[in-house]
């Protein structure tokens, strides 16, 4: 005997079935993620890691005069030498 009401819900399983796989792949992306993050924090924590930064002398820069008073600049941009050092100890 046939009954109509399972001719539904065959039809809802199966538009499931896309949203169902594409939610297992998102949770095992979030998962992923989540492993990968927790590794990367651990493994920052084994070694310690100092850096210098020393500045140099400004080699170009930009001014901006607005107008509204004398000595009003803005200093937008500018170039200067900077070394910089890591070690890991």
């Known amino acids: ?3 109509m009401g399972n001719m539904g819900d ?5 538009a499931m ?3 169902l796989k594409r939610i297992g ?3 095992f992306l979030a998962v992923l993620f989540l492993r990968l993050v927790i590794l990367s924090a651990e493994a920052g924590q084994k070694e310690k890691i100092s850096a210098t ?5 400004i080699i170009s ?3 901006i ?4 008073l004398p000595k009003h600049e ?3 941009d500018f170039l200067r030498l900077s070394a910089a050092a890591c070690s890991s100890e």
């Open 61 to 63: 820069r930009s001014i």
């Open 17 to 19: 079935k896309p949203v």
């Open 25 to 27: 792949l998102m949770g």
């Open 53 to 57: 930064k020393k500045y140099g002398p």
């Open 65 to 68: 005069y607005p107008g509204d």
């Open 10 to 14: 065959i039809r809802k399983e199966k």
């Open 1 to 3: 005997m046939f009954v």
């Open 74 to 76: 803005i200093l937008p």
